[in-house]
């Protein structure tokens, strides 16, 4: 059974039991109006308990149910029926309740949480709102100030908080057994959310709700709408607003943004260690990190959050002081966000080792290499590791671009290795791309995955190319632009047009936060190998030569005056025009649109032919690297999802048009023919073995 009930002296006993997560589908909501209805047929009861087994109270709806019509009985029913129930229900929550397990807690006539408990009503993160009374319940428990910020965001409170804000009456250990020992009077008494008058206006708040969901979620709708319900909490009977939540949930869960974050959300839940995979990880329980810049202070940051020892190596003195300044930089951040208590930033301090003495790592299971891009360097590194950690110990380098099978040549044993390639900031981003050498070991793989676990992240398996997955898109992305930049438009232009489609920031203004230098050393990298018949675009040299690298000094495709904000630099267009007129480029105007197009389209492209030649697994795989590291809009579905809304025939039949523009550059990649002939969607194709 997914919801099972029995009687313990006057109490009845509620358990959710639909693992992992108690999931609130069909079986579950039945299963709770037939709790509802023997409760009510159970002479003596004084209470309902209502728990959830394993480690969750309920994690919400079941979104698979999302793309089929609604089938009854419905949530708002199932919570009506408990609200308005002859015999009180009290919520024992532990673990999370989101969603429907957070509604069905305000459904409830006290609420009480476990201390480790999460609740929320995170549904604008799958592109629809509270459907089950959430968006007028909660404003009446907790003000419409409170209630807007958890909706509209769809971010969840601790125990701790919840209590605070009353969203719950109690915080104990044990949940179930505080509510077999309250004194029943005082609950029996207390009225129903529903009856209660709603939450005063508040313009100003909803005002305020509304700039913070279109700043933090440009271009969704759910958070909008869901600020519209909230507010209608304020000014409209219960019973009318909530027909309107439940009519804006129907029309939400079918549109085209809900469907392209449940793919995202599903993808995510997916991402783990392939089938194939037949080996044991190593347990790491020490680990060695070479190089204690930016990255390599995030990766054993990360490391350390995950109860993982750490030997940080540098070069010298002068690098150890630096790494140990890093990692101190970070620790002060997290411990200013209240992310870092003392006592545990002093637990992650006797766990952190920072030494030029590669014998230090004697002990490590593990050794992340992030030092300086160059193939000298890191080959160089890996002789000293390979001297100085045990044999059976784990090799891993987070190059960005470098060749992982040359790296591995130069090692006695190359299925040692294999590409951990983190993101900056590396314990924050949740990307991992894990990267499978023609050598590396399923024991390395294994280990890899059993990592990503351990340090929260989303894992990705690519195979060895220039970038892997995503700074291969990545660079055919400022490629396509830079060409745009060219031939008629300017670096705020193509920022203004991909930030509408739903970037964070543009390809430019991105450039200057990571510095022109960087891209500048990877073309100069790859020129020994590049066609000579593809167009190149110097324009980003010059940039460099002249000392326009970006924020860091105050210069690049934007001006940032006394280290602040951007603001457009008109010198930029005269440079432009400039290489125009030396490449005898007759330059024209691009709409938004244009510009959107061609971007997105060279995107798709040079992702189709990555999966042509199984660097990736799937196409779904694109989508959690493009998402997680690169911002393209999540709400879009990821880039590969994305295509497959726009059709495969309709983006094969705009690159024909740009490749009689560009054939090389704009040559349609083999997968998308191969999906064109066959009709089948990007989802769906797989490469030839």
Not at 159 to 165: G, K, S, V, Y
């Amino acid at each position: 059974m997914t919801v099972t009930w029995r009687r313990e002296g006057d109490a009845g006993l509620v358990e959710l039991a639909n693992p992992p997560v108690n999931a609130m589908g069909l079986a579950v909501r039945q299963g709770l109006l037939d709790a509802v209805r023997w409760a009510e047929n159970e002479p003596g009861l004084s209470r309902v308990i209502v728990s959830g087994q394993g480690r969750a109270f309920a994690a919400g709806g079941d979104a698979r149910e999302f793309d089929g019509d609604p089938v009854p009985p419905h949530l708002p029913d199932v919570l009506d029926a408990i609200e308005a129930s002859t015999v009180p229900w009290i919520a024992a929550a532990h673990g999370v309740a989101l969603g429907g397990g957070a509604e069905l807690m305000l459904a409830c006539r006290y609420r009480i949480a476990a201390p480790d408990t999460k609740i929320g009503l995170p549904e604008v993160t799958l592109g629809v709102v509270p459907g089950a009374g959430g968006t007028q319940r909660l404003p009446r428990l907790v003000g419409l100030d409170t209630a807007l910020d958890m909706i509209a965001n769809g971010k969840p409170v601790g125990a701790l908080d919840a209590q605070e804000m009353g969203l719950v009456d109690a915080v104990a250990d044990d949940p179930v057994a505080h509510a077999m020992s309250l004194d029943m009077t005082s609950v029996q008494d207390r009225p129903i959310l529903s009856a209660l008058d709603g939450p005063a206006p508040d313009d100003d708040a909803v005002q305020k709700a509304r700039a913070t969901a279109h700043k933090r979620m440009r271009g969704q709708i759910a958070p909008q709408k869901a600020i519209d319900l909230v507010a209608l909490s304020a000014t409209t009977a219960f019973r009318d607003a909530l027909a309107r939540e439940r009519q804006t949930f129907i029309e939400l869960r079918s549109t085209e943004q809900a469907k392209a974050l449940r793919h995202i959300f599903f993808a995510e839940r997916a991402a783990k260690a392939p089938g194939w995979l037949d080996a044991e990880p190593l347990k790491v329980e020490r680990a060695a990190v070479v190089g204690g810049g930016t990255m390599g202070a995030g990766i054993a940051y990360a490391l350390l959050l995950a109860g993982i020892g750490v030997t940080l190596l540098e070069t010298d003195a002068d690098g150890v002081e630096r790494a140990k300044a890093n990692i101190g930089r970070i620790m002060d951040a997290s411990g200013r966000r209240g992310l870092l208590s003392d006592d545990k930033r002093a637990g992650i301090e006797a766990a952190l080792t920072v030494t030029d003495d590669y014998r230090a790592a004697a002990k490590a299971d593990l050794a992340i290499e992030a030092a300086f891009e160059s193939m000298e360097v890191k080959k160089t590194v890996f002789g000293a590791l390979e001297k100085a950690l045990p044999a059976d110990a784990v090799l891993a380098t987070n190059t960005s671009y470098l060749d992982v099978n040359e790296i591995a040549a130069g090692l006695a044993d190359p299925s040692r290795l294999m590409g951990l390639h983190f993101f900056a900031p590396a314990h924050i981003m949740k990307l991992l791309e894990i990267v499978q050498g023609d050598a590396t070991s399923h024991r390395a793989l294994a280990t890899g995955f059993d990592l990503a676990k351990r340090l929260r992240k989303v894992p990705v398996l690519s195979r060895v190319c220039d970038g892997f997955i995503g700074n291969r898109i990545l660079a055919r992305y400022r490629e396509a632009a830079d060409t745009l930049l060219m031939d008629g438009t300017n670096p705020w232009e193509l920022d203004e047009a991909m930030v509408e489609f739903g970037y964070a920031m543009g390809p430019y203004e991105a450039q200057d936060l990571s510095g022109l230098d960087i891209a500048h050393a990877n073309r100069k990298r790859q020129g020994a190998t590049r066609d000579p018949d593809r167009r190149y675009i110097p324009i980003g040299d010059r940039m460099v030569a002249e000392g326009r690298l970006g924020k860091k000094v105050g210069v690049g495709w934007y001006r940032y005056p006394g280290g602040g904000g951007k603001v457009v630099d008109p010198l930029i267009e005269d440079l432009v025009r400039e290489e125009a007129h030396f490449a005898k480029v007759e330059r024209r105007e691009f709409t938004d649109d244009e510009i959107r197009r061609r971007l997105v389209l060279a995107m798709i492209n040079e992702a189709a032919d990555i999966l042509a030649e199984g660097i990736a697994q799937s196409a779904a795989d694109i989508d959690l690297v493009t998402v997680f590291g690169y911002g393209f809009p999540r709400w879009r579905g990821g880039l590969m999802h994305y295509a497959d809304t726009l059709g495969v025939d309709a983006i094969v039949a705009d690159l024909r048009a740009l490749e009689a523009e560009d054939p090389i550059a704009w040559k349609p990649s083999a997968a998308l023919l191969a999906c064109a002939q066959q009709g089948i969607a990007l989802r769906d194709y797989r490469p030839n073995p």
